[in-house]
């Protein structure tokens, strides 16, 4: 089966993006349409910002959908905590196969619970979800939350707020 996973690259970074994570919650647009434009193709134009403006956007996505990494290899030894989209690899045709293991996954994490603009309710950090009946519906470190109630699988986000129209 093949996936639809990309990448793009400038002379400082590379991007991944992993549609099957995107909820569109459209942080990235919002914050960069120079960069990030749905309404082309390709929808990334690495040339359209400072690389330091690309990293700061991806690492507010916030279902890991966008990832970045140095070309330098050096450069990515020094990454911080603060860089949570980061990813440290070796080879990049891997990225798909090693984003999928869990020593690539991000640590566990308090809780942060962050409504987006005219989008669902995301929570990042350890946690359990729990029905009415006592049944555990998920447990994990990230869901995203349908407001618009349209979803096709509630009560998680499946992106059709941007189909209806939803806004606050």
């Given amino acids: 089966m093949r996936d639809n996973n990309r990448n793009y690259l400038n002379k400082d970074i590379e991007v991944f993006w992993k549609p099957e994570k995107c909820v569109h919650a459209s942080t990235c647009y919002q914050e960069l349409i120079e960069v990030f434009n749905p309404s082309r193709r390709p929808w990334v134009n690495m040339d359209g910002a400072p690389t330091e403006k690309i990293i700061e956007v991806v690492n507010k996505c916030p279902t890991e959908a966008l990832m970045w990494r140095w070309l330098d290899e050096k450069k990515n030894k020094l990454v911080t905590a603060e860089d949570t989209n980061h990813i440290k690899i070796k080879n990049p045709e891997t990225y798909h196969k090693l984003l999928d293991k ?3 996954k991000k640590a566990a994490k308090p809780l942060n619970v962050r409504i987006m603009r005219d989008g669902p309710v995301v929570v990042e950090g350890e946690f359990r979800l729990i029905t009415s009946d006592g049944k ?7 869901a995203s939350f349908c407001r618009c109630g349209q979803s096709n699988s509630m009560p998680f986000c499946d992106g059709m707020h941007r189909k209806t129209g939803f806004s606050d």
């Fill in 102 to 104: 869990p020593e690539h």
């Fill in 136 to 142: 555990e519906l998920k447990t994990g470190t990230f």
